[in-house]
């Protein structure tokens, strides 16, 4: 099972939601650097192979899922 942190759960819901990694920033009240660390630990831990487009992908089935 893979776990990821309530903090990266609600970046990949908003990305699913095409917010902008600046947009997420001001709503979790973090810089815009963390905000790409997190992505970069996602991909990571769910082994996208550094792909942004394949986050994408999973953040918009991860937000229907969740909705």
């Known amino acids: 099972m893979i776990l990821i942190t309530p903090t990266e759960k609600i970046i990949v819901s908003s990305i699913g939601r095409n917010k902008t990694a600046r947009e ?9 650097r ?13 082994n996208l192979n550094f792909s942004y487009g394949s ?3 999973f953040a918009k089935a991860y937000d229907d899922f969740l909705n």
Not at 24 to 30: E, F, P
């Open 24 to 32: 997420i920033a001001s709503n979790l009240n973090i810089s815009v």
């Open 34 to 46: 963390i905000v790409e660390k997190h992505k970069s630990h996602v991909r990571t831990k769910l």
């Open 55 to 57: 986050l994408i992908v």
